[in-house]
């Protein structure tokens, strides 16, 4: 009897686990970042930017679009893995959507994306008016003409990757920031290439993580090479719908000058 009864606590601790896990997979979470930097062009004032990395078989949540339509927010970042092997088109095209309602959308390719018909998902993205920052950039002016640019390189893991084109698509002065699904680009950042801040996202902070250590570092913002590069867990999971210690989430990043 004492046997059977340790059994079934053992059982019922595993599903208990195991619905937390689904559960934290699965949140609706926008993390809301206020990014004050140095050389940031003060007459712009404030940049808001919509951040979400590694949606893969997930649906977005009306609730974070609404959420997120609230905050009037600039441009919408997609940092990569977008969608993986099985995942039908028509709910990557909802999920576009979804985002389009907001604003400006911007894409850089992550590894799953490939796993899919690349070609025909390029085509979607273009036909749907998102700009696709493969080893490309983009340029925004100030009143005053500062320059906010926004870089994107492709997959690093296929080596797809080229920097130095997406810095000579750019101007030499103004603020910038690089979006790289895979955070290791930050190994080919050079400190003549003035790249102020970085987006990343591809490790889903380990996404299953025991007493704290996982195969991945918990995703957040810190300083390599004099550079902030800001590491988002994802909103999707990879293999498994399951997380622990590194739940689901999106972002809210707001840029402004140092006073």
Not at 83 to 104: A, M, W, Y
Request: charge should be negative; aromatic fraction near 8%.
């Amino acid at each position: 009897m004492l046997f059977m009864l340790l059994i079934v606590i053992i059982i019922c601790i595993i599903a208990f686990i195991v619905i937390k896990m689904f559960r934290q997979a699965f949140e609706d979470r926008v993390l809301y970042h206020d990014m004050k930097m140095d050389n940031f062009p003060k007459s712009m004032g404030e940049i808001k930017i919509f951040f979400i990395s590694d949606i893969h078989r997930r649906l977005i949540g009306e609730n974070i679009i609404t959420e997120v339509k609230k905050s009037h927010v600039d441009l919408i970042i997609i940092g990569g893995d977008l969608t993986e092997k099985g995942v039908p088109f028509s709910r990557v095209r909802e999920n576009i959507q979804r985002l389009r309602t907001i604003g400006p959308t911007y894409f850089v390719w992550g590894n799953n994306d490939y796993e899919t018909d690349y070609h025909e998902l390029d085509a979607m993205l273009l036909d749907m008016g998102v700009k696709i920052l493969d080893n490309s950039a983009v340029s925004f002016i100030g009143e005053e003409g500062e320059r906010f640019t926004l870089l994107g390189t492709d997959d690093l893991s296929r080596e797809r990757d080229r920097l130095d084109l997406a810095l000579s698509d750019a101007e030499d002065d103004g603020f910038k920031l690089l979006v790289s699904h895979d955070p290791a680009i930050i190994e080919k950042i050079e400190e003549h290439h003035h790249i102020s801040l970085v987006l990343c996202g591809h490790t889903h902070g380990g996404q299953i993580r025991i007493f704290g250590f996982g195969p991945y570092e918990l995703g957040g913002i810190k300083t390599v090479k004099g550079l902030k590069l800001f590491v988002s867990n994802g909103y999707g999971t990879t293999a498994l719908p399951l997380r622990l210690g590194a739940k689901a989430e999106t972002h809210i990043v707001t840029l402004s000058a140092t006073k």
